[in-house]
């Protein structure tokens, strides 16, 4: 099983405008390249009650489909711990004891990426290791373990971005409380679905490297990679619930169709569209903004078309 494209959402939450344009553009991007087309809900961190049904009906209501049922990816579990074990026996897994904090509070990492782990317990000696391990372990804690990559950068090819290699950062693969972690379980089942093409907001494309690098060390084919530009609200930031009325339910309850959603989406990428069909058929590629799409609640948009 291969030639597939997936839209993997975290049942956090009710999917808001930015997701669902992410949603329409890796149907229609795995549809328009006569691939499959997989949906998969990452629950193995946030799960909000009800969200994950929610999610699959708001899809729906787009004109969504997608091929097999849909997938969960909690009941992979075993799968993802082997891979995990696998990167352990390579050599390339490291205990971690810092806490949150802590690392928010240490300088930026050796490689100069804002925002990378500073690599305080990569070259730890055994006995650093075991009384650090012992100290988390009178706390009622127990460390992370974290890639230990061999390489400092990782080449990926990206549809909108083109050729890049970003550093590979020292990501948690599993948490001290046993869970996997979304870059280990995301790289895993992209894998066993036969994802070959990864179609997400360009919030992400930094982190392409370090997953791309997990693919090959667990022996992989490595996906191509679209990376849109994110949906954000007036102030820049990305767009979140909390700016008001950004979800397809609320836009509903507005007095919006859902033909007025999908004009909405399709006009930010410069396509005239009022159904998933249409955009489908209209949408290319090469005509992709690479800035990002400020969002607006609808008491400042223009009128959708069902009301003009």
Excluded at 88 to 96: A, N, Q, Y
Excluded at 266 to 276: K, N
């Amino acid at each position: 099983m291969s030639n597939t494209g997936r839209f993997a959402p975290s049942p956090s939450g009710d999917l808001h405008v930015g997701n669902l344009r992410t949603a329409l553009l890796a149907w229609t991007l795995a549809r328009q390249t006569g691939r499959r087309f997989v949906l998969r809900v990452e629950d193995i961190d946030r799960v909000r009650e009800g969200a994950a049904a929610r999610q699959v009906q708001d899809l729906r209501m787009l004109g969504l489909d997608w091929d097999g049922p849909v997938q969960y990816q909690s009941k992979r579990r075993s799968e993802h711990l082997q891979a995990l074990e696998t990167l352990r026996s390579k050599g390339l897994l490291f205990e971690c004891f810092c806490s949150r904090k802590q690392i928010r509070e240490a300088a930026v990492a050796p490689n100069g990426q804002v925002g990378h782990y500073p690599g305080t317990c990569r070259n730890l000696d055994a006995h650093q290791r075991d009384r650090k391990r012992a100290e988390l372990l009178q706390q009622g804690r127990r460390p992370a373990w974290r890639l230990s990559p061999q390489v400092e950068k990782w080449p990926i090819e990206d549809a909108v971005w083109g050729k890049r290699a970003d550093p590979i950062d020292c990501v948690v693969l599993q948490r001290g409380d046993g869970a996997v972690a979304y870059n280990l379980a995301a790289v895993v089942d992209d894998a066993h679905a036969g994802v070959d093409q990864v179609v997400r907001a360009d919030d992400l494309l930094q982190t392409s490297s370090t997953q791309a690098y997990l693919a090959h060390e667990l022996g992989f084919a490595q996906p191509t990679y679209v990376h849109v530009p994110l949906v954000v609200n007036a102030r820049g930031d990305r767009l979140a619930k909390r700016d008001g009325a950004v979800t397809l339910r609320d836009l509903l309850a507005l007095g919006y169709s859902v033909s007025d959603v999908i004009e909405t989406i399709a006009r930010s990428v410069g396509v005239q569209a009022t159904t998933a069909k249409q955009f489908l058929h209209r949408f290319e590629l090469a005509r992709m903004p690479h800035s990002p799409w400020v969002f607006t609640p609808p008491q400042a948009l223009t009128p959708p078309a069902s009301q003009r």
